[in-house]
């Protein structure tokens, strides 16, 4: 009746016995992407206190040359219309920063009200890393990362009952498939008088908290955790005000 794994090293495949008591794998931005989902989340309710567009509140407040410049141009390609929130369309912005480098989205959903569901139909994001070495390969690192926050955003979730961890495959922990990918648009910032910066990682650091402020300006109701699925933006829909 008992069982025990015995793992060598850490999700990178090393040689230390032990170093976990279970089999692991690689949770990219992690830290970042849960801070910057609560912080941007927060601007945008500051935003909408103050009844102002959150891209407007944020380049008030903002005095990095970078991030005021990624700001613009996720707004400048995504066609944003200045709006105070929420405004039923369901279009959200966020900003991070990560590995040195700065990234944008904006997210645009379709939220079923009677089911909790939120479709993401698009996402923009712009991103700064600095001297872009490999342009082909910096948009799909960034394509690469929006898939990957999508997921963090929506579906993947560890369950556990008892200690034990439910979801032993993919059926039960859901990532993003082609068939639910968005449309996916990106520009990239080639800013030459910054050495080159990180480019794997930046752009999942947004996606959630972005998702978040369009389910809000979709709907009045705001989720304060991750993943946003369809359970709890009902509950939320529930308890708004």
């Not at 996606?207 to 300006?217: E, K, R």
Request: overall charge neutral; some cysteine; proline content about 7%.
């Amino acid at each position: 009746p008992h069982y025990r794994t015995v793992v060598r090293g850490g999700w990178s495949g090393g040689q230390t016995a032990g170093f976990h008591p279970f089999a692991v794998g690689p949770w990219r931005a992690p830290g970042a992407s849960t801070n910057a989902f609560a912080r941007e989340s927060h601007i945008d309710m500051l935003a909408a206190r103050a009844s102002m567009d959150p891209v407007e509140f944020r380049l008030k407040n903002l005095t990095d040359q970078r991030m005021i410049r990624v700001v613009n141009a996720v707004a400048k390609k995504a066609g944003w219309t200045p709006r105070p929130l929420p405004s039923g369309r369901g279009v959200g912005i966020a900003c991070g920063i990560d590995a040195g480098t700065y990234a944008s989205v904006v997210a645009e959903v379709a939220v079923d009200q009677s089911t909790g569901r939120v479709q993401v139909k698009r996402l923009v994001c712009a991103q700064d890393m600095g001297v872009v070495v490999n342009p082909e390969g910096a948009l799909q690192q960034v394509e690469g990362c929006l898939t990957m926050g999508l997921g963090y955003a929506l579906t993947e979730e560890v369950h556990f009952k008892g200690g034990e961890i439910l979801d032993r495959n993919f059926d039960s922990y859901e990532l993003p498939r082609f068939s639910s990918l968005p449309k996916l648009e990106t520009v990239i910032i080639d800013a030459p008088e910054v050495p080159a910066q990180g480019g794997g990682e930046p752009a999942i650091v947004p996606v959630g908290a972005a998702i978040a402020n369009a389910i809000f300006d979709a709907t009045g109701a705001r989720l304060f955790r991750m993943p946003m699925t369809p359970e709890r933006v009902k509950e939320a829909l529930t308890t708004k005000g």
